[in-house]
C-alpha cells in the first residue's frame, strides 16, 4: 500500500475519485493508527506520522468509497486530570460521512470494568463498534434548489422518518421508515395536500441505541443520542450503510424540494451518545476528552451536564466550534437542508456556567455567510441553571415559543385569567421578541411536538400514561395542562367525541391563526393518538407510528386543518411580517387599529374585561386594510378583514358583532360548534349564541371594495375548486 503525507484540510475521510485523505484532530495524542477495515472485519492499521497544528493526516491513493475505517489513538489515561485515551478502543471518525453497524452494550466499549470501576480495561472493541465509511460525494442534483418560501409564509411539520412512513398503506413495506420512503410520492402528496412548506425532521444524525434501552428489549426512537454529525442514521437507509445512507438523504431532499417542500434537521450539537465518565468510548472521549467535552474544574474525571444525558460538548474550544460549523456547512452546501432546529440550544451559549446571549457560537454563526442565510430555529432552554432563556437569542434566530404552547393549552382548557397572555400569544408575542429587533417570524408557535402529548391525548387525557416505557410511569412531563374533556382516555360516548374533535379543531386554528410561524406534530391533523404516552422516546413500534386507518373523526379533522391552512395562506393578514400594535398604522387605508380585541358584548375590551379571571371570550379584529408593509415586489398589501370569535368556556355565550365601522357585513368563513352555516352572512351588532368551546371565523371584504364583486368572485372561485364545502360552523 502506498502511503503519502496528505493535508491536515479538509478534516475526516475525503475521497477524491483517485484516493482518499484522511484527517484528525487530537491535542493530547501520542500516536495514531487509522484503521483499515474489510468485509470480514480484519483491520489494518496504518501508522499516521504528520501532524501539523494537532491535526494528523495521511493519503491513501488505493482507499475508495465504502471503505469502512477508525482510528486508534495513543496518549495519556489520567481521568483524574481529564484524559481518557486508550488505544485499545476502536473510534469512530467525528467527520465520518457515513457509519456502519451499531455499537453494542458489549464491556469492551468501556474502559474500565464493570465489576470494579476503577480498574481499567484493555479488552479491544473492535469486533463491537460501529465504524466510519470513506464516502463518495458526488450526486447528481440536477435543477435543485431551495423552495423561496418567505419565513412569516412557511408552515412547519415536525416529523420523524420512520414514525411517518412505517405504515403507510401506499408505501412498499420493504422500503418503508427510510429515507426513501419519506421522500415517496404518497408522503409528498399527503404534504402538499395539506398546505404543509417545511418537514422539520427528527434527529437523523447518526445516533447510538442506548444500552439500557437495549437491555430492556427497547430502543431509542427519537434519535437525540448524537455519535456523527455529518452521518444521516444508518437504521433509515433502506440499499445499505456503505454510504447509501448519504445518497438516499440526498434523493429524499431532491425529491421534497421538487415538491417545494423545505427540510429543517433537528439537531443534536449540546452533547454526545458516550454519556458522563461510566459511558463507552466511541469517539470523541478516546481522542482528546478534554478538548471536546466540558469537565468539572475541581473534579476533572467528571462531565459538566446541562443537559440531563452525561456531558455536554465544550464551545469555548476552537476545535469543537470548528466540528459543528463544518458540520452545519456540510448539510447545506452538500446536502441541501435548509434549515436546522438546535435541540437545548442553551447549552450552545454557555460560555462557563451561564448562558451568554453573545457567546462565541452565535458569534461565529451571526458572521457565517452560508449558515446566517439559513432558517435557525433553537430550542431555548436547557436543564442547567438561568437554562430557560425564551426571548432571550439573537436577532437570527427564531426560537420554540415554549411560552405560547402553555398559555394556548390553558386557555382552551379554561384556566382562569389567561386572557391577557392569550392575546398576546395570537399576536406573535412582541413582548419576547421585539425587544431585541426580531419580528413574529422569531415565535415558532406549536401546542405539541414529539416530546408530550399529541393533539388527540391533549384533550384526551388529565395524566400521562408512560407505563409501557417500564419507567414505573413516572418518566416524562407530569404537568401537561391537558384536559380530557370529561373521560379519561378511549370513549364511546358521542358527545365526548364530539367535544374533543371540535377542541382538538379550536388549539389548530389558534395555531394556524396566530401571527409567526406554525408548527404541526405529524399526525396532529388527522387526530393521532399515542394511548396517553407523552414520552414516546423508547417506543419504537405503532405505539408512537403513525396510523394512516381514519376514522370519520379523524378524517374531519384532517379535512379542517386542511381548510385552516388554505385560510392562512389565502390571507396575509394571519402572517404579517412585523408585529400588530393596535394602533392606527401610517399609510393604512383604514381608521381602524391593525388589531382590536372586542368583548362579548360588541364593544371594545375594558380594563374590567382584562383583569376578570373568569373571562374567556373575547374577539379578535384584525384589519386587513391596515398591513402597511409591501411584499417582496413592492405591492402595497390590502387583504379582507378578519372577525375571530373564542368561547374558551364551558357554557353557551352571546357574542355581539361590533359596530358598523369594523365592517357592515361578515360571511362566516370556517368555525367549530356547528350553529351556523360556512356562507352565512351576519350584520354589524348581531347577536349570536356561540356553543361551549367553539370558535368562529368571519371574513369581510376591504372597504373599498365591499361593494365591488372581487372578493366575492374570489371566494366562489375557491368554492368552485372544492376548497371550501359547506358545513356548520
Known sequence: MQIWPGQSYPMGATFDGSGTNFALFSEVAERVELCLIDDDGAERRVEITEVDAYVWHVYLPSVQAGQRYGFRVHGPYDPAAGHRCDPSKLLLDPYAKAIAGMASNHPSLYSYDFEDPKARNTEDSGEHTMHSVVVSPFFDWGNDHPPAHEYHDTVIYEAHVKGLTMLHPDIDEDIRGSYVAMGHPAIIDHLKELGITAVELMPVHQFVQDGHLVEKGMRNYWGYNTIGFFAPHNEYAHAGELGQQVQEFKQMVKNLHEADIEVILDVVYNHTAEGNQMGPTLCFRGIDNAAYYRLVEEDKAHYYDTTGTGNSLLMRTPHVLQLIMDSLRYWVTEMHVDGFRFDLASTLARELHEVDRLSAFFDIIQQDPVISQVKLIAEPWDLGEGGYQVGGFPPLWSEWNGKYRDTVR??????????????????????????????????????????????????????????????????????NRSWNSGV????????????????????????????????????????????????TYCQDNELAWMDWELNPYQME?????????????????????????????????????????????????????????????????????????????????????ALVMFNASGNPVDFTLPSAEHGTQWKVELGTGGTIDVGDVLEAGQTISRPAHSLL??????????????AAVLRENREDQGEIRPIRA
Open 410 to 479: 390553558d386557555f382552551h382548557r379554561s384556566e382562569p385569567g389567561t386572557i391577557g397572555e392569550f392575546t398576546s400569544r395570537l399576536a406573535g408575542s412582541s413582548d419576547l421578541y421585539q425587544h431585541t429587533g426580531r419580528t413574529p417570524i422569531a415565535s415558532i408557535n406549536f401546542v405539541t411536538a414529539h416530546d408530550g402529548f399529541t393533539l388527540r391525548d391533549l384533550v384526551s387525557y388529565n395524566d400521562r400514561h408512560n407505563e409501557d416505557n417500564g419507567e414505573g410511569g413516572k418518566d416524562g412531563e407530569s404537568h
Open 488 to 535: 379519561e382516555g378511549p370513549s364511546e360516548d358521542p358527545e365526548v367525541l364530539d367535544l374533543r374533535l371540535r377542541r382538538m379543531k379550536n388549539l389548530m386554528a389558534t395555531l394556524l391563526l396566530s401571527q409567526g410561524v406554525p408548527m404541526l406534530l405529524h399526525g396532529d391533523e388527522m387526530g393521532r393518538t399515542q394511548k396517553g404516552n407523552n414520552n
Open 557 to 641: 379533522m384532517l379535512w379542517f386543518t386542511q381548510q385552516m391552512i388554505t385560510l392562512r395562506k389565502d390571507h396575509p393578514i394571519f402572517r404579517r411580517r412585523r408585529f400588530l400594535q393596535g394602533v392606527v398604522r401610517d399609510g393604512a387605508d383604514s381608521s381602524l387599529a391593525d388589531v382590536v380585541w372586542i368583548g362579548t358584548d360588541g364593544a371594545l375590551m375594558t380594563e374590567g374585561d382584562w383583569q376578570d379571571p373568569h373571562n374567556k371570550c373575547l374577539a379578535m379584529f384584525l384589519n386587513g386594510s391596515a398591513i402597511p408593509e409591501p411584499n417582496l415586489r413592492g405591492e402595497r398589501i390590502v387583504d379582507e378583514s
Open 697 to 710: 371565523i368571519l371574513l369581510r371584504p376591504p372597504l373599498q371594495e365591499e361593494q365591488g364583486e372581487d
